[in-house]
């Protein structure tokens, strides 16, 4: 049997959701600065990528981001919403459900981004 083969046979049998439960428990390290508006952390062995607290941006939006950050740190939110696995076929997807009215969700974020736009 290759290695590849026992890497996924590895991966199938619960190792994604022992990664997200030692990640959900581990300190955050930042990493580095992903272009101008995302960053690279680290908690234990997954990688995050969050949007900057960026100068300029709007009280309502700099909320937002900030609770969509504490939320993809911590893997809680403070509506509620916690990271769920999500498996599809041999592929596995950590998401996070916000209420509808979440300032954290996509759709909320979206909305301000609309409306408010983004420093330059
Ligand atoms: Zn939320």
Redesign the pocket.
């Known amino acids: 049997m290759s290695a590849g083969r026992k890497q996924r046979r590895h991966i199938g049998a619960g190792c994604v959701e022992a990664v997200v439960r030692e990640a959900a428990a581990a300190p955050p390290t930042y990493l580095r600065p992903l272009g101008a508006y995302y960053e690279v952390w680290k908690k234990a062995s997954m990688l995050v990528v969050l949007p900057k607290l960026i100068e300029g941006l709007a009280p309502e939006v700099l909320n937002a981001v900030d609770?969509r950050r504490r939320?993809s740190l911590t893997g809680t939110?403070?509506?509620?919403?916690r990271w769920r696995v999500i498996r599809k076929g041999r592929t596995a997807q950590l998401t996070?459900h916000?209420?509808v009215d979440?300032?954290?969700?996509d759709a909320v974020l979206v909305g301000l981004h609309n409306k408010h736009g983004w420093p330059a």
């Not at 979440?102 to 969700?105: E, K, L």
């Open positions: 609770r939320a939110c403070d509506c509620g919403a996070m916000h209420q979440c300032s954290a969700s």
